[in-house]
């Protein structure tokens, strides 16, 4: 049946234990166990029955289940009403049925085989044994009942019964009586698992015995009664079909229920997965088109908001994160809902690309890493964010919700972090790219196949509800937004951000672990080299127009974008940005130290269109009055060469907040500060600019702020990372050798008594030496107990070769290395057996 997988060195005899069912693995076998549960892992376990003990804790089998598809886990939940061991066949009837499912027979071996190989599974195909901890934690009991929806044995119901009452339920089932209640009901088992003799019982049945029965077989078995139940009760009851589980509640017996549904432990296996179904199809070089300017928009984006909180952005709340009112105001800075906003911000983020400065007054500011982002090629840019948001564990869709406490979840906040959210994306991704190329998935046969793949993380909740579901639901909106996919399908550089290019691979493992840092930077590489051709390039110029407005069509290059940034202000976005000029951008301009010539020649060299006179006559009339008034600090002074000018701010109503007084015809003082007094005269029309003490122009220069240098957020991991090869090597090696030194054989030594399992061996000083030098001289192996400097004592297995200065150098099986031991440090020594050396 195929079901060896992973078994290696067989013994001669059925193991006894999930222990000696593991030492006759090969090492191969091994690898897949530690591999498919890396808890295991931490710390590496001393030897293979340490092993086998932590792979039966109840925290190691609840992750290992959790880990399971549905079938699988059916299959576990199978073997867990099954009689312990049960042969294979047995296992085959309660998931096929008397009737047989040819889907089940195919699928059902490699079934038996992921348990196996995850060690929730022991035994040979003819002694099947679910792990206790497994079984316990499936079995079915009234405080938990099993998903199978069947209740207790006939053994396990009639436990406390008196042998006069189950003598009478034999008498009532037409069955002769027994001398002990053990044989009792011995005899009402083998009643109810024999098809004929069940079928003729329930042939004399009442019909509304019959309907009892119907509302119970499928679970949940438990059913209340009275103490006058009625006649159809009281005939089940009374033959043993209904059996007490308390006064007032009766059980359906197992095997009874079997027979009732044809042999099956569920009503409806699963063995083959849901199918992702395509919704739509299109072009493959239309999803990539439509993906590549989506990723164009994505970039534009965050560097809009990056721009944005240039100069320091929110404030940090005390208990960390964005407030709400920050967030609508990034939201309505950026043109989008809230929700998009707090998956920008994340992103960014994510990508260590803004982060807290660290102030007292703590703002959130793009770090240095943003300025060299800044620098990389746009596919590059977009292959870093994307990276970030397929590794992050933060969870944007979570923002606004309410953590367990009832507390509100922020953008940036500490608890977004769902160890679930990278793997349940890269699962996303390969189902997607499991899809004709252009084809975009039918959401609802999506999240049921997530669901068929993890049916106790996700449960049978409606779509939406659980974790894993609305995980799914989220990475098809982010991805969108993002660029890696087209009207819902994946584009070809979104598969290649993918382990091996986005192969489609249907194994779920594929998706679930975790990608190393090469295998994620030759992803994004991929990915950016795809993406390269499909992004337009920068473009060093503008197209000006005679209503004061600039066309840039394309994205712009760096030191022209940055100036223009500073000259006009942005009108609309989309495939050519549109600026626009007004007096207050002009005299931005200037105040960051541009002179009108200098706007000119700018204008001049990057426009593609003569500059249109208006804007010229714009800029020439901004900065001709741009500085005719000055403001500097008294509290606060103005002054002017024309005291016509002065005048007329005197005169105008507006002024009268500012509280201004003439201290000369060419000075006025005011009692407001040169802030205020400075807003205040360019709301009234004019174009001051503020001065230094010796009456030199302040040039007031957007001041980039800056955190200190910040690392991204490390992901929060779903349990532990899963191991690559060469640490999966270097563990069985080690459990191996630490095996070996524990159970290996040693001489006996009638003098003194044998250490007890797992303890060190004691010898004198003078025996120490003297074994080891035996030892050397013969080329023979010596089992050691050894306390290293840390006072950790273990066993090891030596082959010493040289003894000399109170050491001793030795060949160690334990290590498979060369090492030199103090002889000191050696609690004693012991020969092995002949049959070991």
């Known amino acids: 049946m195929g079901t060896e997988g992973t078994e290696g060195k067989g013994s001669t005899s059925a193991p006894r234990t999930l222990a000696e069912a593991l030492r006759a693995r090969g090492d191969a076998g091994l690898a897949v166990l530690l591999r498919a549960r890396p808890d295991l892992l931490v710390p590496v376990p001393s030897d293979l029955t340490q092993l086998a003990t932590r792979a039966g804790t109840r925290a190691s089998v609840v992750r290992a289940l959790e880990r399971l598809d549905r079938f699988t886990l059916q299959t576990a939940e199978a073997l867990a009403v099954a009689p312990d061991p049960a042969p294979y066949p047995v296992l085959l009837g309660l998931m096929a049925g008397d009737d047989g499912d040819p889907d089940v027979e195919a699928a059902l071996p490699g079934a038996v085989v992921v348990l196996r190989d995850q060690a929730l599974l022991w035994g040979d195909d003819d002694r099947l044994r679910l792990v206790r901890t497994a079984r316990e934690l499936l079995a079915p009991s009234p405080q938990h009942p099993s998903p199978t929806g069947l209740g207790p044995t006939v053994a396990e119901a009639t436990s406390g019964m008196s042998p006069t009452r189950v003598q009478e339920i034999l008498a009532a089932a037409g069955l002769p009586a027994t001398h002990d209640p053990v044989s009792a009901v011995a005899a009402l088992t083998a009643l109810f698992t024999d098809r004929e003799r069940m079928g003729a019982l329930l042939d004399t049945a009442p019909m509304e015995a019959l309907g009892v029965l119907d509302r119970l077989v499928w679970g949940p078995p438990y059913g209340e009664v009275t103490a006058n139940p009625a006649p159809p009760v009281r005939w089940l009851r009374d033959r043993g079909l209904l059996l007490p589980a308390t006064t007032r509640t009766v059980v359906l017996p197992r095997e009874a229920a079997l027979h009732l549904r044809a042999g099956r432990a569920h009503r409806v296996p699963e063995p083959v997965a849901p199918v992702v179904a395509p919704a739509r199809e299109h072009r493959p070089q239309v999803v990539d088109s439509t993906a590549a300017g989506q990723a164009y928009t994505a970039l534009a984006t965050v560097d809009e908001l990056l721009r944005e909180w240039n100069e ?125 190329a252009g084809a975009s998935p039918d959401p609802e046969t999506l999240l049921s196949r997530l669901r068929w793949e993890r049916p106790l993380r996700g449960g049978t909740a409606p779509a939406g509800v659980d974790l894993r579901a609305r995980l799914a639901t989220w990475t098809l ?342 090492r030199t031991y103090p002889l000191h440090r050696i609690t004693g020594v012991a020969e092995l057996a002949d049959d070991q050396v």
């Open 477 to 818: 909106t982010e991805a969108e937004l993002l660029g890696v996919t087209g009207r819902g399908a994946l584009s070809a550089h979104g598969r290649a951000l993918l382990p091996g290019g986005g192969t489609g691979e249907s194994v779920p493992a594929v998706a679930a672990a975790g990608l190393s840092v090469d295998e994620a930077a030759r992803g994004a590489a991929r990915a950016a080299a795809l993406l390269a051709p499909l992004l337009p390039e920068p473009v060093d110029h503008v197209l000006l127009q005679a209503d004061l407005t600039a066309v840039a069509p394309g994205p712009l290059r760096r030191p022209l974008a940055d100036l223009l940034a500073v000259l006009a202000d942005v009108e609309s976005k989309g495939g050519a940005t549109v600026y626009r000029f007004t007096p207050a951008s002009v005299r931005r301009a200037l105040d960051a130290g541009q002179a009108a010539a200098d706007l000119h020649a700018f204008l001049a060299a990057h426009s593609r269109t003569p500059v249109p006179q208006p804007l010229a006559y714009l800029i020439d009339d901004v900065a001709r009055r741009h500085g005719h008034l000055r403001v500097g600090a008294a509290s606060a002074y103005v002054r002017c060469d024309d005291d016509a000018v002065l005048g007329e701010i005197m005169a105008d109503k507006r002024s009268a907040s500012l509280r201004l007084r003439r201290l000369a015809p060419t000075v006025l003082a005011a009692q407001a500060d040169p802030a205020a007094l400075l807003e205040g005269l360019r709301s009234m029309g004019f174009a001051p600019a503020a001065e230094s003490a010796e009456g030199d122009v302040l040039i007031t220069r957007a001041h980039a702020r800056r955190t200190p240098p910040r690392t991204p957020p490390a992901p929060v991991p779903d349990g532990p990372p899963a191991p690559d090869d060469t640490l999966l090597g270097a563990a069985v090696k080690a459990i191996r050798a630490g095996d070996l030194a524990s159970t290996v054989a040693r001489k006996p030594e009638p003098a003194r008594p044998a250490a007890a399992d797992g303890e060190l061996p004691r010898t004198s000083a003078a025996e120490t030496l003297a074994t080891v030098q035996a030892a050397a001289l013969t080329g023979s192996a010596l089992w050691i107990g050894y306390v290293n400097a840390d006072g950790a004592a273990s066993q090891r297995v030596i082959a010493p070769v040289r003894v000399e200065g109170g050491f001793v150098t030795a060949y160690d099986h334990t290590a498979d290395e060369v």
């Open 312 to 436: 320091g952005g929110p404030a940090v709340l005390r208990a960390g994160g964005l407030s709400v009112r920050d967030l609508k105001r990034t939201a309505v800075a950026l043109d989008v809902t809230e929700p998009v906003a707090a998956f920008w911000v994340e992103l960014a983020y994510a990508a260590g690309l803004i982060a807290a400065d660290g102030e007292a007054d703590e703002r959130y500011a793009p770090t240095p890493e943003y300025d060299e982002w800044l620098d990389l090629p746009a596919a590059r840019r977009w292959a870093r964010l994307a990276a970030a948001w397929l590794a992050a564990t933060r969870t944007p869709g979570l923002v606004g919700g309410q953590d367990a406490k009832g507390r509100s979840l922020s953008a940036l906040g500490p608890d977004l972090d769902r160890g679930a959210a990278p793997e349940v994306r890269r699962r996303v991704l390969t189902l997607l790219a499991g899809l004709p």
